[in-house]
């Protein structure tokens, strides 16, 4: 419990989630014949933890009343020989994307108000571990007023495909629509929107990118009929 103690920062707190996560997704994929069977049905109720070392561990409970974190979800070993495998858990990793949210908001409780939308907005970028573990891709939002006002001033498409920039749009559109501006978030470096630098949109993971994090110009982005970003481009390559 060392990681969740001094967790007190934003960047803190995002970085026990991402921690917790990376070990849960383990247990339900990598290592998911061990995990499976170590959730044995004639045992007593057992949880399935992520620890910020990124390690994770099937056990009972903790003991402390109340405990030290929110608890994750109790019993998951009773549901498993009455479903199919993969029913199963894709229903402890829904259970387990509550609880890490819980973990991270329980240790965000003394953030203000925008850190507390900043944080979600950096978990909210990741895919769930329901996503992960289904291999569901996510779907892409609908256009609407607030994504419509977010994608000005960053690489805008064309009806030919083309990236543009819209820059002038992006300065009355942001004096406009401050706050919505505010929770667009750097993929790279976390940094909130600023009207007057250069963003870029990924076409793959819909993620938003300072131009020069990722070193796309605004010329650059005129030649990209689709633009991958570099965590995206790795991914590809290794497929």
Not at 128 to 150: L, M, N, Q, Y
Request: net charge negative.
């Amino acid at each position: 419990m060392e990681m969740a103690a001094s967790a007190r920062t934003l960047e803190e707190i995002f970085k026990d989630y991402s921690a917790r996560r990376t070990a849960v997704l383990r247990a339900l994929t990598f290592d998911v014949d061990q995990f499976y069977g170590l959730c044995d049905p004639e045992k007593e109720n057992l949880c399935l933890y992520g620890h910020p070392n990124e390690s994770w561990e099937v056990t009972l409970p903790a003991e402390e009343v109340p405990p030290e974190l929110p608890e994750p979800a109790l019993g998951i070993n009773f549901a498993r020989d009455g479903m199919n495998r993969k029913d199963w858990l894709s229903l402890v990793a829904v259970h387990s994307d509550s609880w890490l949210i819980s973990v991270a908001f329980y240790l965000a409780a003394h953030l203000n108000r925008n850190e507390r939308k900043r944080l979600f907005s950096m978990i909210n970028d990741l895919p769930t571990v329901f996503e992960e573990v289904t291999e569901r891709k996510r779907v892409k939002d609908k256009p609407s007023t607030e994504s419509g006002s977010k994608s000005q001033g960053t690489a805008k498409r064309s009806s030919d495909g083309q990236a543009k920039s819209n820059p002038k749009t992006a300065v009355v559109d942001y004096e406009d629509n401050e706050d919505e501006h505010g929770e667009t978030l750097c993929g790279s470096c976390g940094g909130n929107y600023n009207a007057d630098e250069f963003w870029i949109g990924c076409d793959v993971c819909e993620r938003w990118f300072h131009g020069k994090c990722v070193k796309i110009t605004p010329a650059k982005a005129e030649n990209i009929k689709q633009y991958k970003c570099p965590s995206c481009s790795t991914k590809s390559g290794r497929q």
